[in-house]
Every structure is written in C-alpha cells, then in structure tokens.
C-alpha cells in the first residue's frame, strides 16, 4: 500500500495543526500548582447520549521516579469531569486515590494515562498505575530501583460513570518481558468494525525509550488479543528515543476525502529520555524529552494499521509557544457540531494544564474540501 498524494498529506497536516492550535486553546482542567512538575491530563473526552461531556485525567505534582516518591508526590489522583455546556465549564464528578487503585496487594506509588470508553452496557475505565508488589524478572530484578513499581494497565466496568468509583478492578496488560515490560497510558479507539482498539506505551526495564502497542478486542468479545509492539516503531529524528501514540482520529468523509478511509494517529516523541544539553550557539529548539514531550502526527489507510506514515518524519508538529514547548497526549472528540481537541500544554510558569479547542463542523468541511 503506497502513501497518499503530497497534496493530500499537506491537506492532513494542515487540518492537525487547525485541531491542535497551541494559540487559540484554552485551559479546561488547570493542576494543582503553577509550577514546574504539575500537570493535569493524560486521558480522554467522551459525549454521552444526553450530550454531556465527561473528562478523564490525572492530577500529577512534582516528583522524579528515578528516585523513587521520596522525591515527590507524583500522579496523585485521577479525576473524571463532567461539562453540560460544550467544555464551557467543568465540575469534578469521580475521584479516586492512590489507595483506590490498589489491586490486591499491589499497591499504587502514581497513577499516569487513562481512558474512559463507553458500551452498550455503560462505560469502562482503563487506567495505568506504578506498583509496589511486581518484581522484575529474575535476571533484571537488580535494576528496580528502591521506592520505584512496574506499571500496567486496569480496567473498572460500571454501567454509568458514578458507579465507577465502587467497580471492582481487573489487571489487562502487564508484562514480564524485560523488553517491554512497563506498560501505560492507554488511548482507545473504535475501528470500522466494531472492535476496541487499545492503544498504550511501553518501556523496557531500563527505561531507555517509550514505545507504542496495541492489542484488539473482537466486538462482541471481553478478552483483548495479544498485543503488536512493532506496527509503529519509533522515528529517525526528533522522535528517535519517544514515540508514543495518544489517539486514533477517522478523518471526516467529506471534500478530498469522501471517498477514502484515513485516520490520524497523535503521538508524543522526544529525541531523549533527558534534557539534553545543547550547544551555546546551537538553534535553540524544543527537544522533547520524558515529561515534557512534544507532538506529532501519522496517518494509515482502510484500517490497515500494518502500515502508518509519518507526516511529521523530520520534525514536530504541535510545539507549546510557552515554557518547555511541551505539546502531549492529544485526543480529538468526534461531536455532531465539530471536533474538540483536547492536550497538555506546558506555560511560561512550566505547568502543564489540559487545554483544549474547538473546529465546527464547517470548518472541517472547508479544511478537507
């Protein structure tokens, strides 16, 4: 399968950028403090039959997890919004801790991404979390570093988003393979027919870069399949060490695009896992790196997820013009009156607060025709 017409990739990358527009978003969810350290987000948007929007994410404070929580707080709550006026206002709806989270006796050190997904029989919540309680594998059990877990993902089922606060709590994906051992921030998307396709990152034991996974649950079916860890591998340049997928999109059918089925997938990348040190004359540019990672963009075509192109191959796309130039974890909510796009976007204190942006309906329209 060959790429699409560079006038119909420049066509894309325009429509992105209009959907993740760092200067007309606004802030929806601020954290907790305006400083360095302190964000909120990491999830998703949904609209209930009603119309109502709800909002997942977590809250993170200051910390450093190569140190373990002595050094910080870390990601402390996780948080679900709900707007009845289009994402004008947002009033906190469920709220779970650290000790809400525990399963068994794996206990929670910070919660990270979320997703909220909502069926037939009402909603599910999948939520990644760092745990006490998880060895590494034998050979590699040296290189846990004291006050420091393994992350993996959960899943609560309740039939409304209340009730979620009481649903019991299923591990989905974990991992003893050293390779990809860590895995978080869980993104879902529906495909063409029917399935749930739950995107996440993974990290090996030693931390050196993100990747991106996925695995597939069969419509009709309550097991995810194994999971693809090489479908989108990471980049050449400025996502060389980062690259992890936050959202599917399905491109609207209408204009240059009626008649063919492509869908963007938003990713974070960075081209180390540190802030680099640059040179004194070197282009001071954003870099991206663990935490404050900047933004890309890649499509594939007909569902066909064997095959995703980068439209963002040699540099950023979506760069905050504020603080780090931190610009991550997109997601873009399909509505009948537009699109709401929704990311963590570092500011001048360093904070990183959810914002979000609105593209009507007919300006989608005029940005595919």
Known sequence: ?????????????????????????????????????????????????????????????????????????????????????????????????????NVGDRSVLSIEGSALYLTDQGVELFVSTEKAGIEYPPEFR????????????????????????????????????????????????????GDLVLLYCTHPYCWSSSNTAYARRKRGSDKLSESNF??????????????????????PKVGAFADRQVSLLFYDGGEALRNLDEHERAV?????????????????????????YRLSQNKPLFISPFGTGCSRYVDVLVTKDGLYATWQQSQDDLSQPLVLNFVGKDEVATLLN
């Open 1 to 101: 399968m060959s790429r699409l017409h560079h006038d119909l990739e420049a066509k894309l990358t325009s429509f992105a950028l209009k959907l993740v527009d760092q200067q007309k978003a606004r802030v929806a969810i601020p954290p907790q403090q305006n400083s360095t350290g302190f964000w909120f987000g990491g999830g998703n948007m949904v609209e209930d039959a009603a119309g109502h929007f709800y909002l997942v994410g977590r809250y993170r404070n200051f910390g450093d997890s190569r140190t373990g929580l002595g050094a910080g707080e870390r990601g402390l709550e996780l948080a679900i919004f709900r707007s009845e006026d289009r994402g004008a206002s947002w009033q906190k709806q469920v709220s779970f801790s650290k000790p809400d989270l």
């Open 230 to 251: 090489d479908f989108f591998p990471r980049g050449f340049a400025w996502d060389i060490a980062i690259t992890r997928g936050t959202s599917i999109l399905d491109v």
């Open 284 to 308: 001071k540019r954003a870099r991206g790196y663990s935490c404050e990672e900047i933004g890309g963009v890649a499509y594939f075509l007909d569902g066909d997820m064997s095959h995703v």
């Open 142 to 193: 040296s290189f846990l570093k004291p006050g420091t877990g393994v992350w993996t993902i959960e899943r609560l089922q309740a039939s409304s988003i209340d009730e979620l606060k009481e649903a019991p709590i299923e591990t989905v994906l974990e991992s003893n393979d050293p390779t990809v051992l860590h895995a978080k921030d869980p993104a879902v998307y529906t495909d063409a027919n």
